[in-house]
């Protein structure tokens, strides 16, 4: 609850915001140090959305001058981000220094330049390219497609992919005869499925995650005799089924 003589938001925003009283200053002064403080103190988070000036000047019961003068102070202090066109907000790096690798409030530090391998440059990607394709495939999807998709992948995926692989790959494949899988590990994964469905037991050759459970099927290590006839198990290697 705010103390006697202060100010706060209505309940239209959500956040609560407490201003000094009057004797403190011009009231957009005083607005411009109550959001200062919401940020500092963590309730309004990185990233965070600020309502439009004439909403929060109608909560306050002040002109929209008072909310565009603090918000422009905040913008030019750095806590603040305005974008033509977009709405007002919280700076996604404000306040706190880097100290030890990490920022204050607990905030993981981003090196300026980023020498992880394997991970490409994402701000090269092409948001609105992406944006408009999605867009565009979810216009034509049937009802049925935006159900649960078939296990294999979508039929008509695996027909553009079945067209792709004859014409560029010289290969004979039918739609039913591809599987689509949403990554390296669920693809490994139906592959040990299928082995384990057939009777297999051990494969050569899986990724070394000691925590994953392959379906059944135990990989062979490496420097592991391999017994290539499964039931001449007296040499003491290890039978690929």
Same mark, same amino acid.
């Given at each position: ?8 938001? #209505?309940?239209?925003? $959500? ?6 009283? *009057? ?11 109550? /959001? ?5 103190? $963590? ?11 004439? +909403? ?9 001058? +008072? ?6 102070? /905040? ?25 030890? $690798?990490?920022?204050? $409030? ?8 980023? /020498? /992880?391998?394997?991970? *490409? ?33 979508? *039929? ?16 004979? +494949?039918? *739609? ?46 490496? #420097?592991?005799?391999? +017994? ?14």
């Amino acid at each position: 609850m705010p103390s006697a003589g202060r100010e706060q938001t #209505g309940p239209a925003w $959500g956040t609560f915001l407490e201003l000094e009283p *009057p004797s403190e200053g011009p009231l957009h002064a005083r607005l411009a140090r109550a /959001l200062r403080t919401a940020v500092t103190s $963590g309730r309004l988070a990185a990233g965070s959305t600020l309502p439009a000036s004439r +909403v929060l000047a109608a909560d306050l019961r002040c002109s929209r001058w +008072v909310v565009t003068e603090a918000y422009a102070q /905040l913008v030019a202090e750095g806590y603040f981000e305005a974008r033509s066109g977009s709405a007002t907000r919280v700076r996604a790096r404000t306040g706190g220094s880097v100290r030890g $690798g990490a920022r204050e $409030g607990g905030d993981r530090w981003t090196p300026r330049y980023d /020498l /992880l391998p394997g991970v *490409p440059d994402l701000r090269a990607f092409p948001r609105k390219r992406w944006a408009d394709m999605v867009r565009a495939a979810t216009t034509e999807l049937t009802w049925d497609e935006l159900g649960y998709p078939d296990a294999a992948g979508l *039929p008509r995926l695996r027909r553009q992919l079945a067209a792709y692989l004859a014409r560029g790959r010289g290969a004979r +494949v039918e *739609p039913g005869q591809l599987v689509v899988c949403a990554g390296t590990l669920d693809a490994v994964l139906r592959l040990c499925r299928g082995l384990r469905a057939a009777g297999h037991t051990h494969v050569d050759g899986l990724p070394a995650l000691p925590s994953l459970d392959f379906g059944g099927i135990r990989r062979v290590g490496l #420097g592991d005799p391999v +017994v290539r006839d499964p039931t001449d198990i007296r040499k003491g290697g290890t039978p690929t089924g």
